[in-house]
């Protein structure tokens, strides 16, 4: 028996519909990016997704040969730079004892982006001034025994696909019923195309890689990741700091360095979005709506993943991978940033007073460059007391010291001390706690999670 095609003999058509594959590739682009942060998302691409045409543009430049730069003109950047887990500018790094100072990449980057979404604690009372919050996290480095492949997160995100993928069969099935071959066999290729697109792609693995060796007798590696608020304290050793410093995320790929697998499904996405602007006019109503039906529950999948913050989930993996605890990070709030210098320093300077290598005046000086007479003179003060010994730090200003200084000038720096005495004394009653994260012996090896 034959069915009636629904809408049959309606004036009414969906044409454009045939330019979906400009549309939502942004949100698959994002969505295709997290196929190496979940387990089994590669087994699970096979759904009519939208946005054909700038998945094909922008994969298609991973392919690397006359013949593919030819057909998808663009920087062949590697694999890792090209799915968002390299390329990101890291904060400046000043190591307090080895004087190392670099611009650091995409790993020290996503330190710093966690340390923003940590809840700080206060540690300090009412300022004399409070101008722009500040905050120092510490984080302590463990052991780094081993870097190889990086785990995983869990698979409860990637089963939603099953929704758009059971959407995306049922309306192929439906065309197939009225016998609508056009939109069949349009959204049957959309399932094939973008479940082999996600399965090659997903067979790439996710690396850990660092320098794994230093030079004998380094200084340990403890110094300050750098922005113009937040500034992370890392403790450790120097073969441990480098992995966030000069480390990066690899994605080591089949068929280096031309990646030809990559060229052929950006070949045929690029296929697809050519046939659906021509076979979409050609189809019923009813397939033109099944074919817009599988392209938007496609697209809200695609969104849902974009939503989830890949930069996010790479610092989790990245903590998961090095055993990072909870005992191991902590933030500390405070008021300004001249009280955030001291108290970063002072963590810097705990165990290294009588260290020669400790520069502390010209620490201080990297949240506070200001070269003022007053500024000038409360650096000296507390990089003083930064390397003195003595338990009780005294922010004492004599009489010569204050001599050619007016009025104001004198008062401004008894509030700069008084600020400074008070950041030192907030460190003091957090000392237990972090000097057990300087000597608690964590080791970090990666592991599947």
Not at 84 to 108: E, I, N, Q, W
Not at 154 to 159: E, G, I, R, V
Not at 231 to 260: A, C, Q, W
Not at 413 to 433: N, P, S
């Amino acid at each position: 028996m034959h069915l009636q095609i629904p809408f049959h003999g309606s004036p009414f058509t969906l044409d454009p519909a045939g330019v979906a594959g400009f549309f939502g590739g942004d949100e698959t682009l994002s969505a295709m990016g997290t196929v190496h942060l979940y387990r089994g998302r590669r087994w699970l691409g096979w759904y009519n997704s939208p946005g054909s045409y700038t998945v094909a543009k922008r994969y298609g430049q991973l392919a690397n040969s006359r013949f593919w730069d030819g057909l998808f003109p663009g920087p062949n950047s590697e694999p890792a730079e090209t799915f968002g887990l390299d390329g990101k500018a890291g904060p400046r790094y000043v190591a307090s004892l080895s004087g190392t100072d670099m611009a650091t990449g995409h790993l020290a980057y996503l330190t710093i982006q966690m340390s923003k979404e940590l809840e700080g604690m206060a540690v300090q009372g009412k300022a004399s001034t409070e101008t722009l919050p500040a905050s120092v996290t510490v984080i302590r480095v463990g052991d780094v025994m081993d870097m190889d492949e990086v785990g995983m997160m869990s698979t409860h995100h990637a089963l939603l696909a099953t929704i758009p993928i059971t959407i995306s069969i049922m309306t192929c099935l439906s065309c197939a019923i009225f016998d609508d071959w056009y939109a069949f066999s349009l959204i049957l290729l959309g399932i094939i195309s973008s479940g082999i697109t996600c399965f090659v792609i997903g067979t790439a693995r996710l690396h850990l890689r660092g320098p794994k060796t230093v030079t004998p007798g380094v200084p340990p590696g403890d110094g300050l990741l750098l922005t113009p608020r937040d500034v992370v304290v890392l403790i450790g050793l120097e073969k441990d700091v480098n992995v966030i410093t000069k480390g990066h995320f690899l994605l080591s790929m089949h068929g280096k360095p031309e990646y030809r697998s990559v060229g052929l499904c950006s070949l045929l996405l690029l296929a697809q979005f050519l046939l659906q602007l021509l076979l979409i006019p050609q189809a019923t109503l009813f397939g033109q709506m099944m074919f817009l039906a599988s392209c938007a529950a496609s697209w809200v999948y695609n969104s849902f993943l974009s939503s989830l913050e890949s930069e996010k989930i790479q610092g989790d993996l990245l903590c998961k991978a090095l055993q990072v605890e909870d005992h191991a990070i902590q933030k500390y709030c405070l008021h300004n940033r001249r009280s955030q210098a001291v108290f970063a320093c002072s963590i810097l300077s705990d165990g290294n007073e009588t260290n020669e290598d400790f520069d502390a005046e010209r620490m201080l000086s990297l949240f506070v460059p200001n070269k003022t007479r007053v500024w000038n003179l409360w650096r000296k003060k507390v990089a003083a007391q930064l390397k003195s010994a003595c338990p009780d730090k005294i922010f004492h200003v004599t009489a010569e010291e204050k001599e050619g200084l007016c009025e104001e000038q004198s008062t401004l720096l008894e509030t700069f001390l008084d600020d400074a005495d008070r950041a030192i004394k907030a460190y003091y009653e957090h000392a237990r706690y972090l000097c057990s994260i300087r000597n608690s012996p964590i080791r970090w090896e990666p592991k599947d999670v």
